[in-house]
């Protein structure tokens, strides 16, 4: 097709064509993070902080005691907690002792909870001492394979004063009461062994973590990820990010060493926090704040915007959402956004007009990259504002080929520009769906003997070589035979200045077709007519594309990494 060379020529300056070295167990990051810069802080918790020689001696207690009771190489744990300081402890701990982590999302209901750990086997589940999600817990864990629970409180992690004075108050999060023979975290890292020697890995065969999809058709699938799967993501995003640091230098790696310091506000159990904050600043020996509730503080959000002042944060991993959010907020012109330096987005396209406003107000740049959590990562943008394309998902990431094929077999490549599914393969590719031979049927296609996982998005190179994301398949508004995305349509809402989000969705014509409905969160303090917005479409979008209905909410249904769910406004 004439693009690997567009692909190849265009490539961030001093980025490497390929990565070795990575088919090594996933925790090595924390070891050698743990070596390199032992007193260096990891995580920072209200204030309180931990180093990587701290987190590394808790992970090895924690792999000590899985393996006193009795979890062997292969087993799986369950990780049902937020963004706190437990979080990279367990984790870690999990893949030391050889298991295979599970990450759950804390905000699941029990049946939620219920279905994947039974669909995973787990063994073993850590909870946080919550009065929501332990009672959760102990509700998802009847009938399952769960032979322990531990119970994760915060305050031995907070600082004296903080935990002496929540306790007192009773502002410490704990559940009404705990059931007799569930432990708790602090007494089973005071009493554990840590483990002598870890499990031998094979890191491109053994499972490292089982990621959970949405399942927004359907039940959620579990995404089997190796040790080397997840090294390679890390690797190829520390390698390919050359970042501007405002000293007047070029652009240059990540710096070491404790240079930067990350905003933890993406969600851990979600493989886009977890990949570009928790892993990224580990593999660097750089901080990272946990933010276990992003829409903290008041008005919302004001706790993490407080939290990017308080500790000079400087590279903040977010989605849309949350970039609209702080760029509309109140706090927002009374802080010092001087210290931020770089803002990946991923996990929902990101508005040029939200891109603008955004870095308008802080002077950091933002760049976009592209990635699931079957595949991480697919694409990225070069990461100064020379080279990234707003409204692109950048080039095919190191090591990584990407083809673009007919929507209804997956079977032919398309000419170069033309849109069709997105395929991929390259070391960043799960080894597959947990007990879904099914799955790994459909999801899957052999071509010119190699594998490559079908993505359901819809996209194209432009004639720069760089991804451009048309919509997800199964979104895909069918409108009197023409073929409408419904994030274009949103795209364009957005950049109507008293816009703040809006959602598209395909709704019954009455004749047995589809028509366009646009749902709409007004900016703060605008007031906007529906025929304002009918009158903005009618100037730029032809006919069928335009909105039918136009219906205004006070907010939009959004998960807790920021995707709107576009399923909930259809219901």
């Not at 817990?137 to 994760?152: H, N, P, Q």
């Amino acid at each position: 097709m004439g693009g690997n060379n567009i692909i190849s020529k265009n490539r961030p300056q001093g980025a490497p064509t390929e990565i070795d070295g990575y088919k090594v167990p996933y925790f090595s990051i924390l070891d050698n993070a743990s070596d390199n810069y032992p007193n260096n802080t990891y995580t920072i918790f209200q204030g309180a902080e931990k180093s990587f020689r701290q987190v590394r001696e808790t992970a090895d207690r924690v792999a000590g005691f899985l393996t006193s009771k009795g979890i062997k190489k292969g087993d799986r744990v369950a990780l049902f907690l937020p963004n706190i300081p437990q979080f990279p402890e367990v984790y870690f701990g999990i893949m030391k002792a050889g298991a295979v982590c599970v990450n759950c999302n804390p905000l699941y209901t029990a049946d939620e909870l219920n279905f994947q750990l039974k669909d995973s086997g787990a063994r073993m589940v850590f909870c946080m001492d919550h009065p929501e999600f332990y009672p959760t817990a102990l509700k998802a864990i009847s009938d399952t394979a769960v032979e322990t629970l531990v119970i994760c409180n915060i305050k031995s992690y907070l600082p004296k004063i903080k935990g002496f004075l929540g306790g007192l108050l009773g502002k410490i999060p704990k559940a009404a009461g705990h059931e007799a023979g569930h432990l708790f975290f602090d007494d089973v890292i005071k009493s554990a062994t840590p483990l002598a020697s870890n499990p031998e890995i094979d890191a491109g065969e053994d499972l490292a973590m089982i990621l959970y999809t949405s399942g927004t058709t359907g039940k959620p699938k579990g995404a089997c990820l190796t040790h080397a799967n997840l090294v390679f993501g890390i690797r190829a995003l520390d390698e390919w990010c050359l970042l501007d640091h405002k000293d007047g230098k070029a652009p240059e790696q990540l710096r070491r060493n404790g240079a930067h310091c990350f905003l933890g506000v993406l969600p851990w159990y979600h493989i886009f926090g977890l990949w570009i904050s928790m892993s990224w600043s580990c593999l660097t020996g750089n901080r990272l704040v946990c933010i276990p509730d992003p829409r903290a503080g008041n008005p919302p959000l004001a706790d993490a915007i407080q939290a990017i002042q308080d500790y000079k944060v400087t590279i903040t991993p977010a989605v849309p959402t949350i970039f609209t959010g702080i760029t509309n907020h109140p706090l927002t012109d009374t802080l010092d956004f001087s210290s931020l330096i770089a803002c990946a987005s991923g996990a929902a396209p990101l508005p040029k007009e939200t891109v603008a406003r955004f870095e308008e107000k802080t002077g950091a740049v933002v760049f976009e990259g592209y990635g699931l959590s079957e595949f991480l990562p697919i694409s990225i943008n070069p990461t100064t504002r020379e080279d990234r394309r707003i409204g692109s998902v950048g080039y095919p990431a190191i090591g990584i080929d990407v083809k673009i094929l007919d929507i209804d077999t997956g079977t032919q490549e398309l000419l170069w520009g033309e849109e069709g599914e997105i395929a991929a393969t390259g070391p960043g590719q799960m080894k597959e769906y947990w007990n879904r031979p099914d799955a790994n049927k459909t999801d899957f296609r052999i071509l010119d003997g190699v594998r490559y996982f079908l993505t359901g998005d819809i996209g194209h190179f432009d004639k720069e070589g760089y991804l451009r994301i048309t919509d997800r398949k199964k979104d895909m508004i069918l409108v009197g035979g023409f073929n409408v995305y419904p994030a274009e349509i949103e795209d364009f809402l957005v950049s109507h200045p008293k816009v703040s989000l809006a959602a598209v969705v395909g709704v019954s014509d009455g004749k047995g077709g589809e028509k366009v409905k646009a749902f709409i969160q007004v900016t703060p303090g605008e007031i906007v007519t529906e025929q304002e917005i009918r009158d903005y479409c009618e100037k730029a979008l032809t006919g069928y594309k335009r909105p039918k209905e136009i219906e205004f909410r006070e907010e939009l249904p959004t998960s807790i990494v920021g995707k709107i769910i576009r399923r909930k406004l259809k219901e």
